[in-house]
């Protein structure tokens, strides 16, 4: 295992110092190194158990998919966070299906799910440190429930496009409508809609592909 890749580990994994010799040497033996392209699919509840995954590159969109196909985002992951609803078989508790994707391309370190059920049973750290992850992904998705509940929508986009700024550091946001529709659990044709009206505000320009934020300080007051 490559140097950086071990400083990963030990960065995204809290519970590492509390792991014996032969425990860390395990974790490294059985962690991979595997990369997915943008949009490619990592993981569904319906395939093979993958184990702990952590983020080395990239971005993970974690969803919910409706029997009409309609996707509805929970919430994604960057470098140096760490999924365990790949680890369907290991953690009972997960009866709800999800799918992975990879939201730009993307490199993930994967820790065999087999080894992985060993820590927790081993390990009272790790299956703390594992249920304290699940308890904050669930608040993650009550609190996006609670937006789409009870937030209006221009406040939400507004919000939404305010973060992705932040987060890229840049004016443009490279994403299609139906793209944000689908992390904000509404339409393509209600986005369109909204970002016409903060176009014709002064508050964005529409590009293909594209929208680039004109004015901060208006977005954020919709906020």
């Not at 995204?12 to 395990?26: A, C, G, H, I, N």
């Not at 953690?91 to 799910?113: G, P, R, W, Y």
């Not at 609670?146 to 406040?155: A, C, E, S, Y």
Request: charge should be positive; include cysteine.
């Amino acid at each position: 295992m490559k140097k950086t890749d071990y400083e990963i580990l030990k960065r995204s994994m809290p519970f590492w110092e509390k792991l014996s010799d032969t425990q860390k040497e395990t974790v490294l033996y059985n962690t991979r190194t595997v990369k997915f392209s943008k949009g490619a699919r990592i993981y569904n509840r319906g395939e093979d158990c993958l184990g702990l995954l952590v983020v080395k590159k990239g971005r993970v969109c974690i969803y919910m998919l409706s029997d009409e196909g309609r996707e509805i985002t929970l919430f994604r992951l960057e470098a140096g966070e760490i999924c365990v609803l790949s680890a369907a078989c290991v953690i009972k508790q997960i009866a709800f299906d999800v799918h992975l994707d990879a939201e730009c391309d993307t490199e993930l370190l994967i820790l065999n799910s087999n080894v992985f059920s060993q820590l927790m049973n081993e390990n009272i750290y790790v299956e703390s440190f594992v249920f304290k992850l699940m308890t904050e992904r669930f608040s993650d998705v009550m609190w996006f429930m609670q937006q789409v509940l009870f937030k209006r929508f221009d406040t939400r986009l507004a919000d939404f496009l305010y973060d992705e700024m932040v987060k890229t550091g840049s004016d443009k946001i490279i994403m299609t409508h139906e793209q944000i529709a689908k992390h904000l659990a509404s339409v393509r044709e209600v986005v369109s809609r909204m970002l016409k009206r903060f176009s014709n505000d002064g508050i964005v320009e529409l590009k293909r592909g594209a929208i680039i934020i004109k004015d901060r300080e208006k977005l954020k007051k919709i906020i």
